[in-house]
């Protein structure tokens, strides 16, 4: 138990995280007279701050190279503009529009990738100037809103899953299929890997610890696949392009070379270069892939809002970095994951939901935010400091 | 010298740290006038004590006490040490860059008159100050400016500004060249004959011979035993001290090899080298220089010789501009201009500044070690962890790095175990040539005694070893030839059985018109 009870210590900044979610999900269940967990708020909760979390995983990646993006939320604006007026005046189909503003956002990407990487102009002045640039854009292009979109390029944010399979006793059954998929992809995985650990000698973490952690991670999927299996419409499509983006980003962040490479670069970049490790390239392409999830993010905010506005998107850089830092992700860089961020972003949106529907006035939700970010930032570094000496 | 009345005594210092008993029991007594030194191996509670005693470490989160001239203190911070006259001055420099020395000098005890800064007074201070540490700049100079060896008479300058009575010196020669050791060694024979009594840390044994009246040794955080330098009946001799610090005898600091040099594995022919901002400045000129299979080669020369510059110019041109010259590996001409291209044509540096430049202290050893060389361990760029951790597992046995797993952070291993997963890094990208800039700077003496082992076992594989180092001693013990630089050019080649240090300090101190190209 000792043995338990310290590696808790140890870890309690990856633990620290989800109970803080669970807690805030728990306070404001309490305060709103349990409207928050009512199943169509959760999928909404889920629809309305997707792009949260499709910016948070390439801001954690740009943090960690020790870069900074201050210009997604414009790129948002800018690539869901061009996507709304590719479909609305010149009658492209929705698909290829998508795949359009994708590689759109990967050239944006690279246009500040090679200022950063190739010039070597610091990422917070690129990203400023990009910033200003892809916002002006956007209003040029846009105006003020072209609305107007084809019904399946609408679905993204705002349809479900199809439920092709209907219902048991009113429980979707294709979102408890996905459910099902979800818990079971956790449980083998995670024990195949602890079992692979064990067998070449890698420390594991305490058997209760691991148990524990995947009784409630397990749990909560359940929870959640139970109350969007009693919403409206089920699994919001916009869950699954997320939950694909978690799994692949977190694979290439803890298993390819590239991933290992962001790492090292922002670890100690003198050592990387040392190393052999091509660094500009690396900063390039953190900057590209960054582009590239702006713009899924752009889709995504112009799909929920079913029209190309010049004005949206303002912020949403904030919204990304906060994710990312609440998520423990280092100021410093070197230091960061990806499903840190996914949690980061989770608990912005309870905290938009919660309050939105406590109806507090925007102007304290920007208040409260701001102090939850402070507080997440200096848990870190305070339990950081007690851990050296 | 021992019959002055102690200026300072620690009395049972012990402190603990969650899960580590730094220093237990310590004692510590420090006459008025002397130089006293500290010695001890990395991690034998030296700079932990000297934390303790300026205040770093509050009174409280200790156990013991520490008089001051017979009067018992409680420092809270370093400035409360510091208003008694204790100054300490870090291993690593602790001065504001882009300030002006006098700026430096005075810095958070800045001359004031009516609320603001003084600038006559700072600066004329500053001179008499600079005059008094024998600094060859001006006030107004910017610290970026300065060499390490400038910069740390600086230091000096700003603690005697403190109006300093005990002066604490945590390795002030580790990164200096001979000279401004020299340098250095004179100003604390200065100050001592004006009064100031200073405690000295320090790994380098002859410079404590030279300098110090008494050595106090320290071993696993507890005093082992304090003796007098100046005691004719007992002369301290440096195997003395040594075993007192390791708690054993250490026969032979170098261990023993038989060479078996074969054919050769690195040339360098004219190789010349620009600065990377002042382009037209040359650094390395026209240099040559040969290692063959089996072979330990030593490269000596003074600070700003060019050593560093030439070997990383070398390995895919990681310094300056306008190379030229011809490299050649295991025969075959090579042109590498990039440090990746360099790696695969079988060249290896490992720097002398490991934790800048060498690893990454916020990862594990595990990955530090596969970081030059991840691709070999991944099929269509994915990593396989297993393989990955065996091989960590082999250089943690091979190269006895003391860790608990191969999955501690890095930043948490001493010195040695440091630059032995540096090490094991280059190891694992299977160089012909392995360039090991100052590889075993600032670590104590039995993990020398082990990186030297693992040269002799490189050599031994039939890999080319050229090591570059600043104690001539270390190059003498361990290497079958030595090269000598100076201002940027090769100015001579010493093999083993002719070599000693005065012959090599001449070479590296032969000036431009004395070397024939």
New interface residues.
Partial sequence: MSELAQYLGRNVRQYGIMIALVAIVLLFQVLTDGLLLVPNNVASLIQQNAYVMILAIGMVMVIVARHIDLSVGSVVAFVGGVTAILMNSYEVPWLLAVVVALALGAVIGAWQGFWVAYVGIPAFIVTLAGMLIFRGLAIVLVGTTVAGLPRGFIRISNGSVPNVLGFVANLDVVTLLIGAVAVAGLVVGQVRSRL?KR?????VEPLAAFVGRLVVAGALIAFVTYLLSRSAGGTPIVLVIVGVLVVAYSFVMN????G??V??VG??L?????????TRRVDFLVFVNMGLLAALAGVVTTSRAGAGVASAGTLYELDAIAAAFIGGT?VSG??GRISGAIVGALIMGVLNMGLSIMAVESAWQQVIKGLVLLVAVAFDLVSKRRGV? | MATQPPILQMRRITKT??GVRALTDVDLTVRRGEVHAVVGENGAGKSTLMNVLSGVHPHGSYTGEILLDGEPCAFRSIRDSEQRGIVIIHQELALSPYLSVAENIFLGNERMRGGVIDWNATNSEAARLIARVGLDAEPDDKIVDLGVGRQQLVEIAKALSKEVRLLILDEPTAALNDEDSAHLLGLMRQLREQGITMILISHKLNEIAAIADSVTVLRDGATIQTLDLHDEAHPVTEEQVIRLMVGRDLENRYPDRTPAVGEEVLRIEDWTVHHPVDTERVVVDHASLDVRRGEVVGLAGLMGAGRTELAMSV??H?YGTGISGRLYVAGREVRAT???E??RHGLA?A?EDRK????????DIT?NIT??N??AL?RH???D??RE??VA?RFRRNLRIKTP?V?TVVGQLSGGNQQKVALA?WIYTEPEVLILDEPTRGIDVGAKYEIYQVINELAAAGKGVLVISSELSELLGICDRVFAMSQGRITGVVPRAEASQERLMHLMTMDREGVSR
Wanted: hydrophobic share 40%; no cysteine; net charge positive.
């Fill in positions: 692979a067998r070449h000698d890698l420390a298993r390819t070379v590239f290992r490479h790492y090292a670890g100690n003198q050592a990387a270069v040392l190393s052999g490790i091509n280092a070197g230091v000496r | 740290f969650p390995f895919g990681a990039t440090v990746e360099a790696i540096y720097s800048r430049y060498g690893l990454n202290l916020i990862q990955t970081a030059a991840l691709r991944a760029g994915v990593v962890r297993y951790t065996s597992e797993t999955q890094k």
